[in-house]
C-alpha cells in the first residue's frame, strides 16, 4: 500500500468509529415511538399548568427512565424561575404546547381578542425561553364557547387537543391509587387515548402514580405517543 493513502484510511476508519459510537448513543436515548405510533392502540399523556419544579422534574425523570415521550401544556406565568425545567421539556424531546399565560378564565375568555393574546403571549414566553414556536393548544378548564374559538386558534395556525381519558388529579386530595384507577376506568375500551394529566406545583400524586399508569398502558399493549 502506497504510503500517501494512509492518511485518508486512517481518517475514514476514525470516522466510520465516530458514526458507530453517534448510531449506538442515538439508540439509547432515542424511543422508537414514530412507527410504534401507526399501530391501533396509542396513548397520549399529556401534562397541563406547568411547569412547576418538583413535580415536573420527577415526571421528566419517569418518562426518561422508561423512554416515553410527552406532551406538556405549559401556564407561561409560572415560568419565572423555572426556565430550566421548561428547557428540560424541549430538550428531551417532549412536545410543548400552549395553555395559557395566566390560567384565569375571566381574563382568557373576556372577548375572542383576550383569548388570542393570551395564547400568544405564552407561546412567546416558550419561543424565547426553548427556540420551540408551539403549534398546540388545549384550553384552560376545557373551554368557554370551544367549538366556535376552536375555528379562530386553528386559523393562527393552532392545532387544539383535548382529552377523551384522565387520571382524576384535579380532584383536592386524589390518591396515586385513585389516580391510576381513574386513569384505567376512563380509557378503557378506547384505541387511542389522550389521557389528561397535571403537573403543577401540588399534584405530587401525579408524579407518584405516573409509573403504574404507564405499567397499565404497556402491559394492555399501547404505543406512547406525543403531539
Same mark, same amino acid.
Given at each position: 500500500? $502506497? &504510503?500517501?493513502?494512509? @492518511? ?22 432515542? +424511543?422508537?415511538?414514530?412507527l410504534?405510533?401507526? $399501530?391501533? &392502540? ?8 406547568? +411547569? ?9 425523570? !419517569? ?31 417532549? *412536545?410543548?404546547? /400552549? ?8 381574563? =382568557?375568555?373576556?372577548?375572542?381578542e ?14 424565547? =425561553?426553548?427556540?420551540? *414556536? @408551539?403549534?398546540?393548544?388545549?384550553? +384552560? ?9 376552536? /375555528? ?18 384535579? !380532584? ?11 386513569? =384505567?376506568? !376512563?380509557?378503557?375500551?378506547?384505541? !387511542?387515548?389522550?389521557?389528561?394529566m ?7 400524586? *401525579?408524579?407518584?402514580?405516573? +409509573?403504574?399508569?404507564i405499567?397499565?398502558?404497556?402491559? $394492555? ?7
Amino acid at each position: 500500500m $502506497q &504510503k500517501k493513502y494512509v @492518511p485518508l484510511l486512517l481518517f475514514f476508519a476514525l470516522l466510520l468509529v465516530f458514526a458507530a459510537h453517534l448510531g449506538a448513543r442515538l439508540a439509547l436515548s432515542e +424511543p422508537a415511538f414514530s412507527l410504534a405510533c401507526a $399501530q391501533e &392502540k396509542r396513548v397520549y399523556l399529556t401534562f397541563d399548568d406547568g +411547569p412547576s419544579t418538583v413535580v415536573t422534574n420527577s415526571i421528566l425523570d !419517569t418518562l426518561r427512565r422508561e423512554r416515553i415521550r410527552a406532551t406538556f401544556f405549559i401556564v407561561s406565568d409560572r415560568v419565572a424561575g423555572r426556565e430550566e425545567t421548561l428547557g428540560r421539556i424541549a430538550r428531551e424531546g417532549h *412536545t410543548l404546547g /400552549v395553555h395559557s399565560a395566566t390560567h384565569r378564565y375571566e381574563e =382568557i375568555y373576556a372577548s375572542d381578542e383576550a383569548l388570542l393574546a393570551d395564547a400568544e403571549t405564552c407561546a412567546g414566553v416558550i419561543r424565547r =425561553i426553548t427556540g420551540v *414556536t @408551539p403549534h398546540l393548544y388545549r384550553f +384552560p378548564g376545557g373551554g368557554w364557547d370551544a367549538a366556535r374559538r376552536s /375555528v379562530l386558534l386553528e386559523e393562527r395556525g393552532y392545532r387544539v387537543v383535548r382529552w377523551n381519558a384522565e387520571c382524576g388529579d384535579a !380532584t383536592a386530595g386524589a390518591t396515586a391509587d385513585e389516580l391510576v384507577e381513574t386513569a =384505567i376506568e !376512563t380509557s378503557r375500551g378506547k384505541n !387511542t387515548v389522550v389521557l389528561l394529566m397535571h403537573d403543577s406545583a401540588y399534584r405530587k400524586t *401525579t408524579a407518584e402514580a405516573l +409509573p403504574r399508569i404507564i405499567e397499565y398502558f404497556r402491559g $394492555q399493549g399501547y404505543a406512547f405517543c406525543a403531539y
